[in-house]
């Protein structure tokens, strides 16, 4: 029984805590997705529990909102930058792969060694990392009232139909 309390102190006192705290929290770009279903783009974003302040892309101004006014935010994380690089190789290898499966020889009079299907994939391989940079990667940072990352996927309740104590942990897919 002691365990069992030392456990639920121990689990309990942090989460208690954290949840007292008003951080606030910083990103370059993000996409900003209103109740009324606005969207914004905005840049230089502040946010805490109460209220996100931002610079809108569109007209340049800067601006305050109420959390209550917001669905949910997406930040900036990067870019696609490696699955470009991947599925450009891999469709450069293939075409080299192709490529040297001709049977005609007036189109093609020489085999590929190991030299040219290196150079197609490396090729391939920058080519679709340039073009995957350009796109930006955009992950969910708020959602429904909660910024996501931040709380503990536990829940402590008690079950009085069954007079059990119960842990709840939540694991996002």
Request: charged share 20%; aromatic share 12%.
């Amino acid at each position: 029984m002691k365990y069992f309390i030392l456990t639920v102190l121990l689990v309990a006192i942090p989460s208690m805590g954290y949840s007292q705290t008003n951080e606030s929290r910083s990103y370059s770009k993000a996409k900003v997705y209103l109740k009324n279903h606005n969207v914004f783009m905005v840049k230089h974003l502040k946010v805490n529990s109460t209220e996100a302040s931002f610079l809108n892309s569109a007209n340049k101004k800067k601006g305050n909102l109420s959390m209550e006014e917001v669905n949910f935010i997406k930040a900036k994380k990067g870019s696609y930058l490696w699955d470009g690089a991947i599925y450009g190789s891999l469709s450069m290898a293939l075409s080299a792969v192709l490529i040297n499966a001709d049977k005609d020889p007036l189109t093609r009079p020489k085999k590929f060694g190991t030299a040219e299907y290196i150079g197609f994939t490396l090729i391939g391989a920058g080519l679709g990392a340039f073009i995957g940079s350009l796109f930006p990667k955009w992950g969910d940072v708020y959602s429904e009232g909660k910024f996501i990352g931040l709380n503990l996927p536990h829940k402590i309740d008690f079950d009085a139909s069954h007079d059990l104590a119960v842990i709840r942990i939540t694991i996002p897919l």
